[in-house]
């Protein structure tokens, strides 16, 4: 499960993460980068990574990192993108500093650390991020780089769940199916797995799972 929950949550993160500014010139950088013409996207973000507007400095910033960390346009150097990344965190970007907790949890770029993932992810949903707290509720959940605390993965997970990350449900049903963290009830199960199951291919195979195991509930 907890790979699969890492991998939605990985797309989900990238989607649309960062504001386009229409009426700065780093929009054609980002314009340029979706027509694969690498090379003059990243002098573009080069130009302004280091902007005075904190938002055009993230956005810069971000391609760029994605660029090194692919190797787009520019040698690959996962070192180098978790530069870029951490600078972004440094300076206050919350997506960065999710990036930044997940580079020091995958050791991508860096080594492994998990009290410095934690510190990062920590910083994020202080920002409320959403995708920071899910990462969170995860590691606690499955105990990765922690001790396991059900309960302070759930809070994390609900606190995610309420500004409507999907698999953050995912999590909160499972805890009501194994009663980890809370008493087992089915019901809320299914009702959490009901509301989100039409939301993607993910929710609907992990909506028929469940009624394929417990039958009688999802008769009712």
Same mark, same amino acid.
């Given at each position: 499960?907890?790979?699969?929950?890492?991998?939605?949550?990985?797309?989900?993160?990238?989607? @649309?993460?960062?504001?386009?500014?229409?009426?700065?010139?780093?929009?054609?950088?980002?314009?340029?980068?979706? /027509?694969?013409?690498?090379?003059?996207?990243?002098?573009?973000?080069?130009?302004?990574?280091?902007?005075?507007?904190?938002?055009?400095?993230?956005?810069?910033?971000?391609?760029?990192?994605?660029?090194?960390?692919? @190797?787009?346009?520019?040698?690959?150097?996962?070192?180098?993108?978790?530069?870029?990344?951490?600078?972004?965190?440094?300076?206050?970007?919350?997506?960065a500093q999710i990036s930044t907790g997940e580079a020091y949890l995958k050791?991508?770029?860096?080594?492994?650390?998990?009290?410095?993932?934690?510190?990062?992810?920590?910083?994020?949903? /202080?920002?409320?991020? /959403?995708?920071?707290?899910?990462?969170?509720?995860?590691?606690?959940?499955?105990?990765?780089?922690?001790?396991?605390?059900?309960?302070?993965?759930?809070?994390?997970?609900?606190?995610?769940?309420?500004? @409507?990350?999907?698999?953050?449900?995912?999590?909160?049903?499972?805890?009501?199916?194994?009663?980890?963290?809370?008493?087992?009830?089915?019901?809320e199960a299914y009702r959490i797995l009901f509301k989100i199951r039409n939301?993607?291919?993910?929710?609907?195979?992990?909506?028929?799972?469940?009624?394929?195991?417990?039958?009688?509930?999802?008769?009712?």
């Amino acid at each position: 499960m907890r790979n699969i929950l890492l991998l939605i949550s990985a797309i989900l993160i990238c989607i @649309g993460v960062y504001l386009i500014f229409e009426d700065k010139p780093i929009q054609q950088g980002v314009k340029y980068f979706k /027509e694969h013409k690498y090379k003059e996207a990243f002098k573009i973000f080069e130009k302004y990574k280091d902007d005075k507007d904190i938002r055009i400095s993230a956005v810069a910033r971000y391609y760029l990192s994605t660029m090194y960390s692919e @190797g787009l346009g520019v040698r690959q150097d996962l070192n180098e993108a978790f530069y870029i990344t951490k600078k972004s965190a440094e300076m206050g970007d919350k997506h960065a500093q999710i990036s930044t907790g997940e580079a020091y949890l995958k050791g991508n770029g860096t080594y492994v650390d998990y009290v410095k993932a934690i510190y990062w992810l920590k910083k994020s949903s /202080e920002q409320d991020s /959403e995708d920071a707290q899910f990462l969170l509720a995860l590691m606690y959940y499955e105990g990765e780089g922690v001790d396991i605390n059900y309960e302070l993965a759930l809070d994390y997970a609900k606190k995610a769940a309420s500004k @409507g990350h999907i698999v953050a449900e995912i999590l909160i049903a499972d805890a009501y199916t194994t009663g980890r963290g809370v008493n087992i009830n089915l019901g809320e199960a299914y009702r959490i797995l009901f509301k989100i199951r039409n939301a993607g291919d993910f929710t609907k195979n992990a909506f028929n799972d469940f009624c394929n195991t417990y039958v009688e509930i999802c008769k009712k």
